[in-house]
């Protein structure tokens, strides 16, 4: 398993993916499926959110950076254009206690929403970090993975939206890893 909670299923020829890809993100129950061909994902997309939803379309060399559609578990579908990524208004939308690319904060969330917050398994991307994991009333809550703008990592528990509890924090530049039991920890050790 990935340190970020991902399991990434497939075929694998002279080291690189080939074929049919299956991108597993455990912490949330969420799937990708992509097909590779020397080493990298082509620009069809397919991901299943945990709820049963579905979002299709084509990348540009990664990128959702066209229209998506959205298919709900009950049929119906909700076209979704993308920029760079996320969607083009900016808002995102909810649907049934979901968020799609929800705005929440200075980023965008995709997951269980209650009470106008992330409030369940989701997870938050902006420009300062990229989280997967559990949340409770808006607040990072429960076991997560934390990515930072410079690569550094954190993956572990958290409460109250501070890392707390045990997990570990892989340190890029230095090659270099710390484990153990954090207290209140609200940014990384400088």
Known sequence: MHFSGRRTIGTWLDNKMEGDVIFEYPLTGDFRYAIAEKGYATDAYKFVYHN??????????????STFTYTFKN?????????????????????????????????????????????????????????????????????????????DTYRGSFKNDVRHGKGIHRFQELKSYMEGTFLKISWKAQ
């Open 52 to 65: 049963g939803t579905i979002l299709e379309g084509t990348t540009k060399r990664g990128i959702r950076d």
């Open 75 to 151: 049929g119906s579908t909700q076209e979704v254009e993308f920029k760079g990524g996320f969607p083009a208004d900016k808002e995102g939308f909810v649907k049934d206690g979901f968020a799609y690319f929800k705005k929440f904060k200075d980023g965008y969330y995709s997951g269980d929403w209650k009470k106008n917050a992330p409030h369940g398994k989701g997870t938050f991307s902006s420009n300062d970090l990229f989280y997967r994991g559990d949340w409770i009333d808006g607040k990072k809550e429960g076991e997560g993975y934390i990515s930072y703008p410079d690569d």
